[in-house]
């Protein structure tokens, strides 16, 4: 019951800090993105950075990999939980966000 507790917490806490380096007004999804694409400069990651990439270009890759057109390890699951309107949302704020 403890250990059970002290994960929540963790994930809770982890959850907080990825989304405080992005906009607190992240369309319903977008924080999740930060779990694999870094929101700040600097950061080494073989997965792009999405802050200010052309929002078109966000919504097209997000289609692919839903459609199964452009090849992924586990992208194509994650576009199939978001809708066109969803996707176009979190596209279009994370084209914005330019830090």
């Given at each position: 019951?403890?250990?059970?507790?002290?994960f929540a917490f963790a994930a809770a806490t982890l959850v907080a800090m990825?989304?405080?380096?992005?906009?607190a007004d992240a369309p319903p999804g977008a924080a999740s993105c930060s779990g694999c694409h870094p929101a700040t400069q600097g950061v080494t990651s073989p997965v792009a950075r999405l802050n200010g990439r052309d929002a078109a270009q966000i919504v097209t890759a997000m289609?692919?990999?839903?459609?199964?057109?452009?090849?992924?390890?586990?992208?194509?699951?994650?576009?199939?939980?978001?809708?066109?309107?969803?996707?176009?949302a979190i596209a279009a704020w994370l084209a914005a966000q330019k830090d």
């Open positions: 019951m403890q250990t059970g507790r002290v990825s989304a405080s380096a992005w906009s289609t692919e990999f839903r459609t199964g057109k452009r090849p992924t390890t586990i992208m194509d699951r994650i576009a199939k939980g978001f809708t066109d309107d969803e996707t176009k």
